[in-house]
């Protein structure tokens, strides 16, 4: 089992940039595949971005050459780099770990996430 805390979120002007850490605990660390999703209020949660064991990572086409997700695995951390936000960006961010043999390929659905962090609210003023 494997506990996640966001942190890093806050209030900035669009075009601003924002970078969320979410620490993980437990010794297993590299054996999960780790995403982002965020949820907008009266909205579902949506995909961001994740990254596998190996290091693959997909982005959502909202985001993509604007965030950039990393992982330090000795840390038991995964980052959030997010760079010239928007208004539409303002959201609840959420950290996820996803069991299994997840090396090749990225896990992008809310339900192929075992483990959920509390979420941290990002917004961005206009």
């Known amino acids: 089992q494997v506990q996640l805390v966001e942190s890093g979120g806050g209030l900035v002007q669009a075009g601003d940039s924002l970078r969320l850490s979410c620490a993980a605990s437990?010794?297993?660390?590299?054996?999960?595949?780790m995403g982002w999703f965020r949820q907008a209020p009266g909205k579902e949660r949506e995909f961001v971005v994740a990254?596998?064991?190996?290091?693959?990572?997909t982005y959502a086409g909202s985001v993509k050459g604007r965030f950039t997700i990393s992982r330090d695995n000795a840390a038991n951390t995964v980052y959030l780099q997010m760079n010239s936000l928007k208004p539409e960006d303002t959201a609840v961010y959420y950290c996820?770990?996803?069991?299994?043999?997840?090396?090749?390929?990225?896990?992008?659905?809310?339900?192929?996430?075992?483990?959920w962090g509390q979420g941290t609210q990002v917004t961005v003023s206009s």
């Open positions: 996820a770990a996803a069991q299994g043999t997840w090396y090749f390929s990225v896990p992008s659905l809310p339900a192929e996430y075992a483990y």
């Open positions: 437990g010794r297993t660390f590299s054996s999960y595949a």
């Open positions: 990254i596998s064991r190996s290091g693959i990572f």
